[in-house]
C-alpha cells in the first residue's frame, strides 16, 4: 500500500509566495528564487543523512512503487532513472533494486544543447561501469546512446525535482530536459518525481503550460500519489 505523507510546513513559505499560473516573467523569477534557496540548502546536507536517505528511497521504491506501476508482465519491465549529482537522494540502492527485480533501466545521457538521448542497464554490474562526466552533470551509461523514443518502452519514469507540489507541479533545474523528454512517454506510464521530503509542498509551484506534471513523489518519507497520478493506482492502493 503506497505510503501517504504530508507537505512539511517549514518549506511552505517561500513557495506561498511565488505566483502560480502568472506570466512567463513572473513564474521564471519565482523559479529562480526558489532554485537558489533549495540548492543553497542541500548543499548543507551531509553525508550520513545522504546514505541513510539512499537506502530508505529504495525501500519505499520495492515496498510501495512498484506494486503499482502498471506492466504488461508478457514484456521485460522498463523503468526510466536517473544518475544522481550531490544534493540528490542518492541513486545506487534504487537503481540496483530495480535491476534486480528484473528491470531494463533507461539513464539520461545528456548530450549536447536541446539533445535528448538514453543510455541502457540491464545488470547491477553496469552501476560500475559508468562513465564519469565530472563537474555537475550526473555519471552516464556506457555505449552508445538510445534515440529519445525510446522512453515511450518505459512502464515507470523517475524523474528529479528541485520541488513539488501537490497538483505534481515539478520544480527542476530550468534546462527543461525532463519536460522535453517526458513528451516521448507512453499515456498510461507512472512519472514519479523524487525529491528530499521537506521539499514536498502544499503550496502551488509556479507553473507554465510547457511545464508537465508527476503523477507520484518519492522521497525517503515515503511516497505520495497525487491527483493526477490514482488513475494508476492498483487494487491495492488506498
Same mark, same amino acid.
Given at each position: ?15 506561498? %509566495? ?5 506570466? *512567463?516573467?513572473?513564474?521564471? /523569477?519565482?523559479? +529562480? @528564487?526558489? $532554485? #537558489? %534557496? ?5 548543499? *548543507?546536507?551531509?553525508?550520513? /543523512?545522504?546514505? +541513510? @536517505?539512499? $537506502? #530508505? ?18 514484456c521485460i519491465p522498463i523503468a526510466a532513472a ?109 512519472v514519479v518525481g523524487i525529491c528530499w521530503e ?7 509551484l509556479p507553473r507554465q503550460p510547457h511545464d ?27
Amino acid at each position: 500500500m503506497p505510503t501517504r505523507q504530508g507537505p512539511n510546513p517549514d518549506v511552505t513559505d517561500a513557495s506561498a %509566495r511565488t505566483p502560480f499560473d502568472g506570466t *512567463r516573467e513572473e513564474s521564471e /523569477r519565482g523559479k +529562480t @528564487a526558489l $532554485r #537558489t %534557496r533549495l540548492l543553497a540548502e542541500r548543499r *548543507r546536507i551531509g553525508d550520513g /543523512r545522504l546514505r +541513510t @536517505a539512499g $537506502r #530508505t528511497l529504495a525501500v519505499h521504491l520495492r515496498d510501495s512503487v512498484l506494486p503499482v506501476v502498471p506492466h504488461d508482465r508478457s514484456c521485460i519491465p522498463i523503468a526510466a532513472a536517473f544518475s544522481s549529482i550531490r544534493g540528490e537522494v542518492p541513486m545506487d540502492d534504487l537503481l540496483r533494486t530495480l535491476l534486480d527485480r528484473g528491470y531494463r533501466v533507461l539513464i539520461p545521457k545528456l548530450g549536447a544543447g536541446m539533445e535528448v538521448g538514453w543510455g541502457r542497464m540491464d545488470a547491477p554490474a553496469d552501476l560500475n561501469r559508468r562513465e564519469t562526466i565530472g563537474g555537475w552533470r550526473p555519471d552516464e551509461p556506457e555505449g552508445a546512446s538510445l534515440p529519445a523514443e525510446s522512453l515511450s518502452g518505459a512502464d515507470l519514469i523517475l524523474v528529479p525535482a528541485l520541488s513539488i507540489d501537490l497538483r505534481g507541479t515539478r520544480l527542476g533545474r530550468g534546462g527543461g530536459w525532463y519536460d522535453r523528454a517526458l513528451t516521448k512517454r507512453e499515456p498510461g506510464a507512472l512519472v514519479v518525481g523524487i525529491c528530499w521530503e521537506d521539499e514536498l509542498t502544499a503550496d502551488p509551484l509556479p507553473r507554465q503550460p510547457h511545464d508537465l506534471p508527476v503523477d507520484a513523489v518519492l522521497t525517503p518519507g515515503g511516497f505520495t500519489l497525487i491527483a493526477a497520478g490514482r488513475s494508476h493506482q492498483g487494487p491495492s492502493g488506498s
